[in-house]
């Protein structure tokens, strides 16, 4: 598995999230030019799942946020901390939309 997250990005919006299961699992959420914008995750406090949290995302959008991506992924908390961490390695900085990540607990990534 490639450590960044490379599916391809679909529009947020209600006809896309009806093709979504409530699934535990990872989810980006990107701008129309298709920056990150923030990276999520579904755990097990999450009500349905990747279904609700971007449900969440669609009625109020973070950063601009048009359109998202998603791995269904058991070990989604590692999963989260890995994408942050490659993200982190790649930017210098979190997506706009991170603000409740503290840097200070993602460690190193250098992903080749």
Known sequence: MAVRLDKQWMPLNADSLRLIAG???VYQLGNDAGDIVYIGVA???SLFGLKGELQ????DPPAGATQFRVEVNMAYRTRHFELLQAYWSDHGVLPVANTDVDTRSLGQLRPG
């Open 23 to 25: 699934h535990l699992g």
């Open 43 to 45: 755990g097990g406090r």
């Open 56 to 59: 969440k995302a669609l009625e």
